[in-house]
């Protein structure tokens, strides 16, 4: 079986993860550096010193380029990262399903869980009314997606839908076994 995911992946989403949040906590602590020197200064000033008003204006300036740094690189950097690292973490102690079904088309990609996934959809037999349905496997999108065509019948191992192993078992033929393909012979 072809393994997506090595065992180093998780410890370098950790380590990227770390590096993201000392760039943010370098600059929160230069900010705040600098603000408290602000105040320092200002409290010093004589009442009603004209260097009051560039003091407060250097001020707002400072904190808007905080804010301004801080909620992007915060709210998509990091979320970003920390959901990558969480997806890691579910895959390595999560319960692992194991099946076999036919590869039936690729789908669109999505946000799921906060990782961009492609979804591949596979028909899968159902129990009780015995119809075919449609099972939507996630493939990671930072990962090369595998050589699946349409009809190829693939065994799988995956951890809440998203693809962690898969080997194609069968390759499709042109013509009659299309439709033994579909009905699940």
């Known amino acids: 079986m072809i393994k997506l995911y090595r065992d180093e992946d998780l410890y370098d989403a ?3 993860r770390r590096r993201i949040l000392g760039v943010f906590f370098g600059v929160l602590g230069a900010y705040l550096a600098g603000l408290i020197a602000l105040i320092v200064y200002y409290i010093s000033l004589p009442f009603e ?4 008003t560039w003091v407060i204006w250097v001020t707002g300036i400072l904190t ?10 915060m709210g998509i950097k990091f979320k970003r990262c920390n959901s990558y690292c969480k997806m890691l973490k579910f895959i390595s102690v999560g319960l692992k399903e194991y099946s076999v079904s036919p590869f039936l088309e690729i789908d669109d990609w999505v946000n799921r869980d906060g990782v961009d996934v ?9 129990v009780k009314r015995n119809e075919t ?10 990962k090369p997606f595998p050589p699946f065509r349409e ?14 192993e898969y080997e194609i078992e069968r390759r499709k033929e042109e013509g009659s076994q299309t439709e033994e393909i579909e009905k699940g012979e």
């Open 151 to 164: 009809g190829d019948i693939v065994k799988m191992i995956s951890q809440g839908n998203l693809l962690i």
């Open 14 to 16: 950790v380590l990227q």
């Open 133 to 142: 349905m449609i099972r939507s496997i996630y493939v990671d999108g930072e």
């Open 64 to 73: 808007t380029l905080f804010l301004f740094f801080s909620f992007p690189f």
């Open 49 to 52: 010193d004209p260097n009051a």
């Open 118 to 126: 492609n979804v591949a959809n596979f028909a899968v037999k159902g």
